[in-house]
Structures are given as structure tokens and as C-alpha cells.
């Protein structure tokens, strides 16, 4: 399994309660703490990545764009989400090594 990068990882958490089309990804980026949005060719080049690897899967658009366009909408795999948890778990050890030692430099 390859690294998961921010972005991605970002794209994963926001499609992990269900899917969304590319403007739904990046409103529940915000949503969750992502605080700049990603410039969309990092977003759209993440988004490929995603699918290329099997974590995402694009999905019959359900409604129309406002170009007049169908708009793609995304599904989480379950590589996607073996992929987000790794990352996760790999995230909250860096978090706890960080804060013990910020917690031994206060003593």
C-alpha cells in the first residue's frame, strides 16, 4: 500500500459516511478541519490517484452540474477505507510521540 498523502487522506475522510461528487468532497474537507481548499489540480490529480489505486469508485451521477453536466460522484472502496484507517492509526502515533514530547518538555 502506497504512503496516503494530506490530500488524499482528506478526500478518504470526507467520503467515508457516504459519497460525494467533487464540490461535496471539498465542502466536507472544510467541515473536518481542512483549512485552505486544495488547489483543484492537486485535488483532481489526488482524485485520480484514488481511483487508479481502487480506494475510490465513481459512481451513476445522479444529478446535473451547473455547466448542464452530469456530475461524477465518488464511493469509498474498501481498500480506500484499509487505506484511510492505516493512515489514521500511522497519524494518531505521530500525535501521541508529539504531545509526550511537549508534555516532557513542560516538566
Do not use: C, N, W
Amino acid at each position: 500500500m502506497r504512503l496516503v498523502s494530506p490530500i488524499l487522506f482528506h478526500i478518504l475522510l470526507g467520503l467515508k459516511d457516504e459519497p460525494q461528487d467533487a464540490e461535496g468532497i471539498v465542502s466536507r474537507m472544510r467541515a473536518l478541519g481542512q483549512e485552505t481548499e486544495p488547489p483543484l489540480a492537486s485535488f483532481y490529480r489526488a482524485l485520480k490517484r484514488a481511483l487508479d489505486d481502487g480506494y475510490l469508485e465513481i459512481l451513476e451521477p445522479e444529478d446535473v452540474g451547473r455547466r448542464g453536466r452530469p456530475r461524477q460522484r465518488y464511493r469509498i472502496t474498501r481498500p480506500g477505507r484499509t487505506a484511510l484507517a492505516t493512515e489514521a492509526r500511522r497519524l494518531g502515533k505521530l500525535a501521541k510521540l508529539a504531545l509526550g514530547a511537549a508534555g516532557a518538555d513542560r516538566e
